[in-house]
């Protein structure tokens, strides 16, 4: 009996590694297994080998699960049968009636015991310790799977073929591995809030890595300087005018245009102005750089390609006739990742719940703060929504409301709004 029971336990033992095999080499982490690999270690380049081939990856796999099915078969055609003779002998039943009712007893024992042991020590402990050390795990157990694989090649190449000709048949097309280790950007904003959610990630880590991946579908008209706001040189100005001008907006680089904000001639550096006024020299189109454009509708991806390229800090914003839409900067794109370091917030809460705004701040970011859905096909700021709602320039007192939002004009600045209070609009609050 002890040999009977050994091998038993042999079989559970075996599902176990072979249940552990499939799922580490499918949760392995591809980045640790290739830098181990790039270091040397050769359990790693083997493993590695493995993971870079779909096709190995699909074999190795396929013989994990031929000797998960011949061990599970194993234990059920030769562990019940023994395992209840030996327990039908212990319970010592003769005649017939009791030898039926003993050997049933004796069966269902045996089921019992051989399914616990081989749910939870061939399967679930294997399968648990196989994803919380998926690194570890596959290193170890890789090279005896292989070994069997090249034992069972035929046997295992035989079976992925039937299975490919079975899936063709139902009209599927098996996907070789290619892309199953890759993530959307949907997966991996879930994995950076389950990774927050248990501590593993801090939650200013977490908000940037959103940020990151939010980043991409955002256009140059989203996070530029609008033209209205545009502080800028004209060609030639004096030098009292420079300093005035300096003194009030307080920049490093600013625009110089020649009759107006559509004809921009380049952009001055803050100590090209300080040296012009030095000499007292009136600002030239010399003393002005060349500067890049885009075009408003262009990602924010392409913006920083052409900021590289052109080995500059700012670039002008155009619109779909040509005309100056704005000016976006190297501060702009990183306030998109990191958030705008500002003295003053551009949203902030009141007591009763309601948003104090800059007309700046996006729509869609106003209704997420409300907790509703607020967007507009056309435009992307506060300023534009009111501008565009009341058909003319806003005035302080100005009330609009769109969607299910409210919004109260409290201050202007040039033709659009500088601030103004958002609330929903059935909300119970006085203005």
Not at 28 to 46: F, K, N, S, W
Not at 156 to 184: C, D, F, P, W
Not at 275 to 292: G, I, W
Request: proline share 5%.
């Amino acid at each position: 009996m002890l040999t009977a029971l050994l091998i038993i336990l042999a079989l559970v033992v075996l599902n176990g590694l072979f249940v552990a095999a499939e799922f580490a080499i499918v949760g392995a982490p591809r980045a640790a297994i290739e830098r181990r690999a790039l270091a040397g270690q050769r359990l790693a380049q083997v493993v590695h080998r493995v993971l870079d081939v779909p096709q190995r990856q699909d074999r190795y796999i396929a013989t994990a699960q031929l000797g998960i099915t011949v061990a599970s078969l194993g234990l059920g055609m030769y562990g019940e049968h023994v395992l209840a003779d030996w327990i039908l002998r212990q319970l010592g039943a003769s005649g017939a009636p009791h030898y039926i009712a003993a050997h049933s007893v004796a069966s269902a024992i045996a089921v019992s015991l051989l399914t616990y042991l081989h749910i939870v020590v061939g399967e679930m402990v294997p399968k648990s310790i196989a994803l919380q050390r998926a690194e570890h795990t596959v290193l170890w157990i890789t090279p005896p799977i292989l070994w069997m694989q090249y034992a069972c090649y035929p046997v295992v190449v035989g079976l992925n073929e039937l299975g490919n000709l079975l899936l063709k048949a139902l009209g599927l097309q098996r996907q070789a591995g290619t892309r199953e280790h890759l993530y959307s950007t949907e997966e991996l904003e879930l994995v950076v809030r389950e990774s927050e959610a248990g501590g593993l990630l801090r939650a200013e880590s977490g908000r940037i890595l959103r940020e990151l991946f939010d980043f991409g579908e955002l256009t140059a008209r989203e996070v530029m300087t609008p033209r209205v706001q545009i502080a800028g040189l004209p060609l030639g100005a004096e030098p009292s005018v420079m300093r005035a001008f300096v003194a009030e907006h307080r920049y490093s680089r600013y625009p110089v245009y020649g009759e107006d904000l559509d004809e921009i001639m380049g952009m001055v550096h803050l100590k090209d102005l300080i040296v012009a006024c030095e000499r007292d020299t009136p600002l030239t189109a010399s003393t002005a750089s060349p500067m890049p454009y885009v075009p408003e509708t262009a990602p924010l991806g392409s913006v920083i390609d052409v900021l590289r390229k052109e080995e500059t800090h700012m670039a002008l914003v155009i619109d779909e006739h040509g005309g100056t839409a704005g000016l976006v900067t190297l501060s702009d794109l990183f306030d998109e990742v990191i958030g705008e370091i500002e003295e003053r917030p551009s949203i902030s809460r009141d007591y009763l719940g309601r948003l104090h705004v800059k007309g700046t701040v996006r729509v869609e970011e106003v209704g997420e703060q409300l907790g509703v859905s607020l967007e507009h096909p056309d435009v992307d700021s506060v300023s534009g929504l009111v501008l565009t709602v009341l058909g003319r320039p806003p005035r302080v007192g100005d009330r609009v409301e769109y969607e299910s939002v409210r919004f109260d004009v409290t201050a202007t600045e040039g033709h659009g709004v500088s601030e103004c209070i958002a609330a929903v609009a059935n909300q119970q609050t006085k203005f």
